[in-house]
């Protein structure tokens, strides 16, 4: 009995694309978009400066989303709670689970962000950056309006942030 194989992706580092997200300097690299592995999962590096805002507490109603920490300190909220999570640490976010991260003044973070399945954020990132770039900031509902589109319930009267 013989097996079809399947087509293996590879991805250079020098062919990705990364997306400038804030006038910070953050940047997320789309390390393997869910669409170009075949939609189970995606993958992306971030990177965030010290003392960065990252992101407001939000939920996705279709995928899940976990940040593994590869260098500084990341600050995850997930509910309620804020946790500080360094090089090696894992902390997943299940289906609805509201969560929102940061870093502290003492440290940067650079972060994988797995989504499970994998839901075509690049086209968030890529719009945060085009906010960034603009020349008069975004109102704070045109941001949340963009953001649904994209399965991101903006949550910015969270109590935990």
Do not use: K
Request: glycine residues 12%.
């Amino acid at each position: 009995m013989s097996f079809p194989e399947p087509g293996a992706v590879w991805r250079p580092a020098a062919t990705t694309e990364r997306a400038v997200t804030s006038p910070t300097g953050s940047w997320t690299r789309f390390a393997a978009p869910g669409a170009e592995v075949g939609g189970g999962f995606g993958l992306f590096e971030s990177w965030i400066p010290a003392d960065s805002p990252g992101a407001l507490p939000h939920l996705h109603t279709g995928f899940t989303e976990s940040f593994y920490v590869l260098d500084g300190a990341l600050r995850v909220m997930t509910g309620d709670t804020w946790t500080e999570a360094g090089p090696g640490d894992l902390v997943h976010v299940p289906h609805r689970g509201v969560h929102a991260f940061r870093t502290g003044p003492d440290s940067d973070a650079r972060f994988l962000i797995l989504f499970v399945p994998g839901a075509p954020r690049e086209r968030y990132f890529r719009g945060l950056a085009e906010f960034a770039a603009r020349a008069t900031p975004p109102s704070a509902e045109e941001v949340d309006a963009f953001a649904l589109t994209c399965d991101q319930v903006n949550l910015r009267d969270h109590p935990g942030f």
